[in-house]
Structure formats: structure tokens, C-alpha cells
């Protein structure tokens, strides 16, 4: 493990006063800064692991980026995990193994000896980096150790890498859920900084909800009452970001590793309130039991499955990325695939992807999902950029006085301002289009304008006042203008902070971070007045000697994405391979009878009506009935809908009731779509059956859009050109709701498929205490395009 000295590093032998002026040279970008923004293809982990789940990523004070991930052997047959991997980047693209954060030297002293660490969450907090994560087993007092009982833990470094210290107890403790061994599912921490200062986590997965809990202010405790936001059974994984005044909840669905037939996949909720409620695009809470969210990473068709567990970052223009795991499905497995019922680690690759924000809400690459091709990688440096490990270099320049010579333990060299009011400006390449963002320390800000001239914008942090400051001089004139906001009490100026400043025609907008991961202390908006956004030059201003800079960049913005990727959907009606069930079923379907003499779908005058089955194709009983006819086409573009209803209430267990329609090969390869309940909630679930190569029986699913008393599901096919595969897509509408695009399974080139209906999943006198529901078809339609 990499283990940097912590404490006050002597000042570097033969640094360099600047006073007013510039050194030669000829680069703002130091010696150990890489190269403009790069092409890419995904894995970005692919270097330095085979697999490296539950991502975690921060921009460190040193100008590294670093991601952390959860605790499995990094390579295929090694075997021995490593407990909390580190890797380090200067680009988002190029990793390279940092270590691991605990060894049997530093892990926590109330973890049990088979514990392992899972689900880092990584933040810079008052000048120490933070690790909130998992602890699946605990020491209980006494002795009296029960399995499962799984705790959220935190550690305390003064670097990026460690060396880390745990915090001596539970962050979050065990949350018993039943009889002994029986513990709610205390997973998945993520914190965040609240405006007012105050630090919380959120935590929690399918066993027992998400919720979100006060901290201490260092952050080492949970405080008063935690708050419920998402539902049991159906998120986990959560990450949230502020934005334009609301919290975006991001939370992972259905199974992460069920190897070839993974489907998690990550929604969102947006809520103006920290603790909720959370709603997704159509209104529906993440709280109810017909649960909300809306998808936001879903798998494609390409060789991307099981995408999610995803954190987020931004690149020096602006451009917001997804970080992620997810499976290759012609690999899922670290080394050889299990026997059927039987576990093994699935290879989970770190993903790098654009998050575009378009209409209020986020979408990978504008909807699009997962990369396999080239992308153009994110903005991590450029001609006006600079760590100052070179000390102050053009395009650069400086007025006042700046020194570089002293070396910070955690950003190593950086600019102190000797004189007050000193500024380092670069030439800035569109004035109504730029980025410019330092760490800084004291009374430091940005700078938009040359210095001396009119007219000019500062943003900066006032000490005295405790105040984020902006401030346009136009020399007098009546366009000087000058705005602010508090900053929390809890601020500490003498320690880093991430200021961004980014202007867009006539707008500026600011905010003031911890460490750049979206839950700004500070927010400022102001309108600026003509001629205050053409300024020639942007970079730092020192308001105060003393003042630090770090890790400046004066950058063009990158330009948002507007417009999602359109998909198209077949809606050219066929209507002999249709029935809108008007008193009499159409002769051409065929009816495969279940082996246990439940009723068969019957004619209900103006609708198929199908009482559940107690009955499941999933599995090996294949006792299943189905409702099966051709599909209009076995190779072009066709969809196929239904309008279904199914009381299944709110919030009874009706495991695993379920109406729906189906693309079936046979009992051992298809997909479903349903409305189904699943314990407490109801879900419409996308799921696929197959075959492993070793003869293993898969099944899982992914989830889509929030379901209804009546809702309307449709699966829409097309053929891969250049593999011959199937692809299918799933939609899904509530009864006066919009249409919600869902993943993609796929089906072999080849295949014979047949399409229908299926009604199944009741467990007659098991679990549940709900009599048998029936399913309402309205009617059946198949579409080409």
C-alpha cells in the first residue's frame, strides 16, 4: 500500500519567487500532467483489473483523479481479494493500481475476522479525505457474533491513498431484521455536504429501503432519527448530487450478478428536500408501493449488461460522466462460471460514460446507454491548465507577487499570493463559453477580465464576511454590480475548496465545493451585464496576501447536449398477427396448458381473461401455460403490446403474481415483460432465461418504468446487421402516464421465436396472503416498421 508521509513538507530546494511578472517556459501543464482529452473505449479499468465493482471516484487536491473500488480479486485467477483497491488517473481513461486501502494492519478493529469491505464511497471533508464502506460482518459485544449482521464504517486519511484510519466504530450499526442472523441490509453509504454545512449519509439496499441519516460533523456518528426516501425492494447503491436546486437520487435496480442474465441498471429521483420526498419524471414517488424511478442507465444490445452502481464526476469543461460497473456478457464471470445454484464473483469492469442533463433530468450519452466503441474522452487538461508542479508557466501570467515554493502534503506545490489583489490569468479562448475552476485556500477566487480593465467579474471567498462574493467593475459605471451568499457557518478557510466559475452568454454561474462532487456550500447566479462576458482573460485572483491556488484551468465549456437519441418504434399495425380480444379469441393462437389444472385464459367479452397461475417458467418445472403465436416477422423490426390490468394492490405480499407478455425460443431461453409483485412492491421487470456454457440455467431481469393498476407494456425487436442477433427492447406505460423506455436483452441469431401471453407466479398457500389475482388483457397488437 502506498503510504505518503502525512504532515508539513519543507519548502523545495531552488523554488522560485515570481513578482509581476512571467518565467520562461514554454507550458501551464507540469511535467506529470497528461496530454488534451483522449479517445477511449470502455473498460477504463482494463489496465490495471479484470474487474472493479461499485466505483467510487474523486478529483484529489494533488490533481489525480483516484476511484476506489469494493473487495474482489482484481484479476481472473487470483483468487485473494484485495480489500478496497485503489487506482489513480490523470485523465478519467489511463488507471494504474494505487494499492489497497486495509490490510490485516488496519482493518477495523470491529470487523470480524471473515469480514469482508464492500461499496467504497469516497469524500474530501475539512481538509482530511473520507472513506465511508461496508463492513459485512461485526464483533459483537460480548462475544455472541450472529452472520450478516453488516454495519457502514468510516476511515480518515490525509491522502487520497491513505494511509487510512478507521474511525474506531460503526458509522451506521447492525439493523436487526428478525430472529438471529437476521439483520436488514446496512449497505452502500454515500455522504454528502448539505448547503447549510451539515454532513449526511445515505445507505441501505433491497432488505430493509434506503435511507438518509444525519452526521456528526466529522462524520463519524450518526445522529437523530434516519429518514426512509426509497422503498424496500427495489433500490440500492444510492448516489445524489444537487443541481439546479434539486436532489437527483440515483439508485441501482433488480441483481448485480447473475452473471449472463444480469440486468441492474440505475434510476432517478429528484426531490427539493435532502430527505425527500423523491420523485421520478412522471411524479411517482421512489416511496410507493408501485414504486417510481426512471431509468437513466440501461443495457443496449451491445456487450454491455448489469450496468449501475455509479458515481459521478465532472470534467475541467463541464461535461458530467458516469462511472459504473458492469458485465460483459460474453464474459460475466472473474473465472469459471458456477454450477447451476451455486455463486461465484461476476467481472464487473469499471465504465466511463457522458451524463447529459436534458429537460431537468440525467441520460447516459442522451439515452443511449453503455459504450463499446470510441468516445472522445473527458476534458482533464489543456493549454490553460496548471498543478503549479512547474511553477507558474505561460500562457499563464501573473500580477502581484506569487510564490510556488512551499509543497502542501496533500496538493503538493501551489501559488501563495505574497501581495494582495495578485491574479495568474491565461488568455481565455471564447468568453461566452468558458470554465475556469481552482481549489483555493482563504481569500482566493476567480477572475473573468483583464486585470485592470473594464469590465471585469470576480467570484471569490470573503473571510471576514464568511461570504461567496461576486463582483462585476465596469469602473464606476452603473453596470458594477455585486452579489453574494453565506457560506455555512461549519466553513473552514484554512483548508481547500473547489470553486467553479462558468459563464454562458450573459449568465455566470458559481458554486463552491468540497472536493467538486456536487453538494455545493455555495451557489451564485447573476445576470451579467453588456460587455461583462467579453473579457480576453480568466484565471485566480488573491483578494488577500496569503491567499492559496491550486489546480487552476481557464477552459473553454463544453457545449450541452440537448436532445436525446431517438429510437425508433415500429407502428405500422398488422393485424393478422393482432387480437384485440372482442368476444372471441382469434384461431391462429396456441394455447401450452400448465401441468397443475389451473384456469385457462377465457374470453371476457371485451378483454383475455387469465386468472395467475400457480405456476413459473422460470426455473426447471417449466409448468408454465402460455398463450404463444408468430411474431410478425422472425428477422425485421416489429413490436408487440398489450394493454394489461392486474389488481395487485399496494404494499400485500403477492410474491410472485405476474401478468404480461413474452418472446419465447423455448422453456429455457425467452424474455418476459410483467407487471409483477415482487414482496411489498410492484414492479414491471424485463427478464431473460437461458442456458450458461456450462449447462447452467440463468435467470434474472432488469427493471423499467413504474407500473400501474393498468399499464401498458410493449417489447420492440430488431436485428443486429452485423451479428444477426435479436435484440429486444422493453417500454412500459402507466394508464394516462408517457412511455418509458427500458434495457435490452438479446436473443441468438437464429432463434425461432414466438411471441404472447403469460400469467403466472402465484404461490398458493406459501408465503403471501393474497388470494389468486387475474390478469386483464385489453388486447394484443403487433406492429412493423
Known amino acids: 500500500m502506498i503510504r505518503p508521509t502525512a ?99 488496519n482493518m477495523p478493529t470491529w470487523a470480524a475476522s471473515n469480514a469482508s469491505v464492500w461499496a467504497p464511497d469516497i469524500r474530501y471533508v475539512d481538509g482530511q479525505y473520507r472513506m465511508y464502506y461496508v463492513i459485512t460482518e461485526t464483533q459483537a459485544p460480548g462475544g455472541t457474533d450472529e452472520p450478516n449482521d453488516n454495519a457502514v464504517g468510516m476511515a480518515t486519511a490525509p491522502t487520497a491513498v491513505g494511509p487510512w484510519t478507521d474511525s474506531g466504530a460503526p458509522v451506521a450499526g447492525p439493523r436487526r431484521g428478525g430472529g438471529p442472523g437476521n439483520f436488514k441490509w446496512t449497505f452502500d453509504p454515500s455522504a454528502v455536504t448539505d448547503t447549510d454545512g451539515t454532513q449526511w449519509l445515505f445507505y441501505g439496499s433491497y432488505y430493509g429501503g434506503v435511507f438518509v441519516t444525519r452526521l456528526s460533523d466529522d462524520g463519524k456518528r450518526a445522529i437523530g432519527e434516519p429518514t426512509m426516501v426509497a422503498i424496500d425492494n427495489k433500490f440500492e447503491g444510492a448516489y445524489v448530487v444537487r443541481r439546479d436546486g434539486y436532489w437527483y437520487f440515483f439508485g441501482s435496480t433488480a441483481n448485480c450478478c447473475a452473471g449472463p442474465t444480469t440486468g441492474y441498471s440505475v434510476q432517478v429521483g429528484r426531490a427539493k428536500d435532502l430527505r425527500g420526498p423523491y420523485v421520478d419524471r412522471e411524479g411517482v414517488s421512489l416511496m410507493q408501493s408501485r414504486a417510481g424511478g426512471s431509468p437513466t442507465l440501461v443495457q443496449n444490445g451491445n456487450r454491455w449488461i448489469g450496468a449501475g452502481h455509479n458515481a459521478i464526476v465532472t470534467d475541467l469543461a463541464g461535461q458530467d460522466r458516469i462511472v459504473y460497473h458492469a458485465l460483459g456478457r460474453d464474459d460475466p464471470w472473474l473465472d469459471e462460471p458456477p454450477l447451476e445454484n451455486q455463486g461465484a464473483i461476476t467481472e464487473r469492469p469499471m465504465l466511463l460514460d457522458p451524463l447529459d442533463w436534458i429537460g431537468g433530468w440525467p441520460y447516459v450519452r442522451a439515452d443511449a446507454g453503455p459504450s463499446d466503441d470510441v468516445q472522445d474522452g473527458p476534458v482533464t487538461t489543456g493549454e490553460a491548465f496548471t498543478t503549479f508542479e512547474e511553477a507558474i508557466r505561460p500562457p499563464f501570467r501573473t500580477r502581484g507577487a506569487w510564490s510556488t515554493a512551499n509543497l502542501d502534503p496533500q496538493s503538493r506545490r501551489y501559488a501563495d499570493a505574497v501581495s494582495t489583489r495578485a491574479t495568474i490569468t491565461a488568455p481565455v479562448s471564447d468568453a461566452r463559453a468558458v470554465r475556469a475552476e481552482a481549489d483555493i485556500r482563504g481569500a482566493a477566487g476567480i477572475v ?140 391462429d393462437w396456441a394455447f401450452i396448458d400448465d401441468t397443475k389444472g389451473n384456469p385457462d385464459p377465457s374470453d371476457g367479452g371485451t378483454e383475455l381473461v387469465w386468472p395467475v397461475e400457480d405456476t413459473d417458467l422460470n426455473g426447471r418445472s417449466n409448468d408454465a401455460g402460455l398463450l404463444l403465436r408468430d411474431p410478425p416477422s422472425q428477422n425485421r423490426s416489429w413490436a408487440i403490446e398489450t394493454k394489461l390490468t392486474i389488481d395487485t394492490g399496494v404494499d400485500q405480499l403477492l410474491n410472485f403474481q405476474q401478468g404480461g407478455i413474452i418472446v419465447y425460443v423455448d422453456d429455457d431461453l425467452f424474455t418476459r415483460l410483467s407487471n409483477v409483485a415482487i414482496w411489498n412492491t410492484r414492479q414491471t421487470e424485463f427478464g431473460k432465461e437461458m442456458t450458461d456454457v456450462n449447462g447452467a440455467l440463468r435467470n434474472g431481469g432488469t427493471i423499467v418504468g413504474p407500473p400501474a393498476a393498468t399499464t401498458f407494456l410493449r417489447i420492440v425487436h430488431r436485428t443486429d446487421p452485423a451479428t444477426s442477433e435479436h435484440e429486444l427492447r422493453a417500454w412500459t406505460k402507466r394508464d394516462g402516464g408517457v412511455w418509458v423506455k427500458g434495457g435490452v436483452w438479446t436473443l441468438p441469431a437464429g432463434a425461432q421465436m414466438k411471441v404472447g401471453l403469460i400469467s403466472h407466479g402465484w404461490q398458493a398457500g406459501s408465503c403471501c396472503d393474497g388470494d389468486r389475482r387475474t390478469s386483464r388483457f385489453d388486447y394484443f397488437r403487433a406492429y412493423t416498421g
Open 448 to 587: 473573468l477580465g483583464v486585470v485592470g480593465s473594464a469590465p471585469q467579474v470576480q467570484v471569490f471567498v470573503d473571510p471576514r464576511e464568511n461570504r461567496l462574493l461576486a463582483e462585476v467593475s465596469n469602473r464606476g459605471s452603473t453596470d458594477d454590480r455585486r452579489i453574494s451568499v453565506p457560506l455555512p457557518a461549519s466553513y473552514r478557510h484554512d483548508v481547500w475548496h473547489s470553486l467553479v466559475v462558468e459563464v454562458r452568454g450573459d449568465t455566470l454561474h458559481a458554486e463552491l465545493t468540497h472536493a467538486r462532487l456536487f453538494d455545493p456550500v455555495a451557489v451564485l447566479e447573476m445576470q451579467l451585464p453588456a460587455r461583462a462576458s467579453s473579457g480576453t482573460e480568466g484565471g485566480a485572483v488573491a483578494r488577500e496576501r496569503g491567499a492559496d491556488v491550486d489546480n487552476l484551468s481557464v477552459l473553454r465549456a463544453h457545449t450541452p447536449v440537448t436532445t436525446l437519441v431517438q429510437e425508433s418504434v415500429p407502428w405500422t399495425p398488422v393485424p393478422s398477427a393482432s387480437d384485440e380480444f372482442n368476444g372471441q379469441r382469434k384461431g
Open 7 to 105: 504532515g508539513a513538507a519543507p519548502a523545495a530546494l531552488g523554488a522560485t519567487f515570481l513578482v509581476a511578472g512571467l518565467l520562461p517556459g514554454s507550458s501551464a501543464v507540469g511535467a506529470d500532467t497528461g496530454a488534451g482529452a483522449v479517445e477511449y473505449r470502455n473498460p477504463v479499468s482494463e489496465d490495471f483489473a479484470d474487474t472493479f465493482a461499485d466505483p467510487s471516484v474523486i478529483r484529489g487536491k494533488d490533481g489525480w483523479w483516484y476511484s476506489y473500488g469494493t473487495s474482489d480479486p482484481l484479476w481472473e485467477g487470483e483468487k485473494v481479494p484485495h480489500r478496497i483497491p485503489m487506482a489513480k488517473s490523470r485523465n478519467l481513461v489511463d488507471w494504474t493500481y494505487a494499492g489497497d486501502a486495509f490490510s490485516a494492519e
